[in-house]
């Protein structure tokens, strides 16, 4: 079964660092771009940051820019969340989620799947 | 940045009824980079549709997409309760920037 499964969420005090972590089973990790998504409470799905399958490319969201780093272990088939200096409007569930797709000779289609259950981070004094 | 705006933000409806969301893009989405999700109150989203129109493995066939360039539309035919959800629309066009719409909350009237 192709599963995700997240852990390292918690409360943390403005300012204060966590790192999330993402478990990865059911398929050939290594092969794929994987991504970081949020929902704050009351809000919707914020995509946050990705990284490709050999993380050559890694890109951020601006509200993250310089605060988050993502990476990933292909040989433990985990992908990860540093965040630091995080802020109230920090608070989120955070999803990992796989990013699939193919092309045609005239089109390339993406989408996220799966997605893990999601960890709660709360940002809080 | 390609900014993803749906409507209704909340549709109140009954089961047996037929839906439909939208989804507008602020400039050209290729057709092939659009997605449809589908979100519980404490589960993951869930893909229903990519590339605009194409439903994922497992979909019921109530659920169609449809659209292109900067107005694409979901429709659930007949809704089920299990329907009752928070549905969201993503682009992937500006890749990696892959934005999502806010979202519509379908709830039962």
């Known amino acids: 079964e192709v599963q995700l499964v997240e852990s390292g969420g918690g409360l943390v005090k403005p300012g204060g660092s966590l790192r999330l972590s993402c478990a990865a089973s059911g398929f050939a990790f290594s092969d794929y771009n994987m991504n970081w998504v949020r929902r704050a409470p009351g809000k919707g799905l914020e995509w946050v940051s990705s990284?490709?399958?050999?993380?050559?490319?890694?890109h951020y969201a601006d509200s993250v820019r310089g605060r988050f780093t993502i990476s990933r272990d292909n040989a433990k088939n985990s992908l990860y969340l540093q965040m630091s200096s995080l802020r109230v409007e920090d608070t989120a569930v955070y999803y990992c989620?796989?990013?699939?797709?193919?092309?045609?000779?005239?089109?390339?289609?993406?989408?996220?799947?799966?997605w893990g259950q999601g960890t709660l981070v709360t940002v809080s004094s | 940045e390609i900014v993803l705006t749906q409507s209704p933000g909340t549709l109140s409806l009954s089961p047996g009824e037929r839906v439909t969301l939208s989804c507008r893009a602020s400039?050209?989405?290729?057709?092939?980079?659009l997605a449809w999700y589908q979100q519980k109150p404490g589960q993951a989203p869930r893909l229903l549709i990519y590339g605009a129109s194409i439903r994922a493995t497992g979909i019921p066939d109530r659920f169609n997409g449809s659209g292109s360039e900067t107005d694409f539309t979901l429709t659930i035919g007949r809704l089920e309760p299990e329907d009752f959800a928070v549905y969201y629309c993503?682009?992937?066009?500006?890749?990696?920037?892959?934005?999502f719409g806010q979202g519509t909350q379908l709830e039962i009237k």
């Open positions: 400039q050209s989405v290729s057709s092939s980079s």
């Open positions: 990284i490709s399958s050999s993380s050559s490319y890694i």
């Open positions: 993503q682009q992937f066009t500006t890749s990696p920037q892959y934005t």
């Open positions: 989620a796989r990013r699939g797709g193919y092309c045609t000779s005239t089109n390339c289609y993406k989408w996220f799947d799966p």
